[in-house]
């Protein structure tokens, strides 16, 4: 059974950095696409940022590009996000997603799924 684990989360200040991880158990998943995802308040989920299986391909949120950077390690089978320059409206629960393809950019293609991790950013 694939689990997700996200990590990494918390409190911080507006201009301030905070890397998320992601470890994965249950399945190698260096062949299929990774991906963020978060939800604030009141909100609908949206994605973040995608990983191809290679780490060649990437997609950014229109929102989050230039200051978040996503990455993974499949040695370790962990995927990151390290997010820079933090605005209040990054505000969410952050989750990590498992693809069962090597690259997507429909949520609809991201079948497994982490419990979440609380970012909350402060003005």
């Known amino acids: 059974q694939v689990q997700l684990v996200e990590s990494g989360g918390g409190l911080v200040q507006a201009g301030g950095s905070l890397r998320l991880s992601c470890a994965a158990s249950g399945r190698t998943f260096s062949s299929y696409g990774l991906g963020w995802f978060r939800q604030a308040p009141g909100g609908e989920r949206e994605r973040v940022a995608l990983?191809?299986?290679?780490?060649?391909?990437?997609y950014y949120a229109g929102s989050v590009k230039g200051r978040f950077t996503i990455s993974r390690d499949d040695a370790k089978n962990t995927m990151y996000l390290q997010m820079n320059s933090l605005r209040p409206e990054d505000t969410a629960i952050y989750y990590c997603?498992?693809?069962?393809?090597?690259?997507?950019?429909?949520?609809?293609?991201?079948?497994?799924w982490g419990q979440g991790t609380q970012v909350t950013v402060s003005s």
């Open positions: 997603a498992l693809a069962t393809v090597p690259f997507t950019t429909q949520a609809s293609g991201y079948v497994y």
């Open positions: 990983i191809s299986a290679s780490g060649r391909g990437t």
